[in-house]
């Protein structure tokens, strides 16, 4: 009788003489927000996770289109309210230590790693020792690390470096757009399994083609292909003030944001995000065009309806409402006066004896 197949051994086996391998499935565990609840859900499909460690993100968008607003600061500030360690690479040199602080980004040593790097071959080099050390702590020591460049559109190439020396400026042959694709390919290959992850921003730039009007992403589509999830975003003026005027006066920006790739949620969905130059962000803010894409706010006049999953309300549903909402606040005690909220647990208090 023949021998049966050992998966087992061939799994320790396969293991032990394929450095970085690993087996089975590495889902997702850790999730950090971007700062807005409509970009969450259009990225992650929930609208309390956002983007994911173990993956590559990349933010593509023209000049001043809110891309560093939410990598650099928005998604940065809530990986270090998880205890997410953080090492910003800046090759732009433009993310000064005040306006980090004024997004509520810590700039201690101890929560954030700031690198000035130009070169993709130092970042790639950057990256590749510290998973190298990354691995060799045991797992229990681990921590948890999100990588975040700002941008990839600025990097250089030793071919760009080396043409500038001489003052002959001839392009990079096409070197920057592979080497960009490597070091995707290469950071999602060795994240997956760890709870590292990478977000990136980079530049778009205008169509030429008529019959595909939307931005390109530079830095050709090798990178595109292997990053896990890809938010193109486009610059609009914000010309509404904060109590929903419009003016003729720009208050901030609205960012466009389109998911061209998410392996999380249904692609190609997009949202308008106000950016108020006073304010910041809202995090809610997007929300309703959500609501009113998916049925459930109806406009009615200048007014917005809601829906139920059953169709339009009525009059035994909000009774269950009304219902509901009563047996939350007894037992919440959220919505009482001090007074109010003592009469109802002495009567709460009275029904528990009487039930005794």
Known sequence: MAKPFDVSKFRKDITKSIDGLSVGFNDPTDWISTGNYALNYLVSADFYKGIPLGKVTVFAGESG????????????????????????IDSENALDETWLHALGVSTDEDKLLKLNMAMLDDVAKTISMFMKNYKETPEEERPKVLFV????????????????????MKGDMGRKAKSLKALVTNCVNMFGAHN?????????????????????????QGFVYASSIVVAIKKLKLKTDADGVKTSKVHGIRAACKVV???????????????????????????????????????????????????????????????DLGNDDLLGMDSVTDLEQTALEEELNTQEVIEE
Do not use: C
Request: hydrophobic fraction near 35%; aromatic fraction near 10%; charged fraction near 25%.
């Open 196 to 220: 590292v992850g990478l977000v990136a921003t980079n530049h778009t730039y205008q169509s030429q083609d008529m019959f595909d009007p939307d931005d390109k992403i530079s830095g050709g």
């Open 65 to 88: 289109a809110g891309k560093s607003f939410i990598a650099s600061g928005n998604i940065v500030k809530a990986a270090q309210e998880q205890g997410i360690y953080v090492v910003l």
């Open 149 to 168: 460049i700002d941008s990839l559109g600025m990097m250089m190439t030793p071919t760009e470096l080396n043409q500038f020396d001489k003052g002959d």
């Open 261 to 323: 790739k998410t392996r999380y949620s249904k692609p190609f969905e997009s949202v308008q995000i106000e950016i108020p130059y006073e304010t910041g962000m809202d995090p809610y803010s997007g929300l309703v065009d959500i609501f009113e894409a998916k049925g459930l706010l109806v406009k009615q006049g200048n007014r917005l309806r809601y829906m139920t999953k059953a169709g339009d309300w009525t009059g035994d549903k909000l009774d269950i409402v009304m219902m």
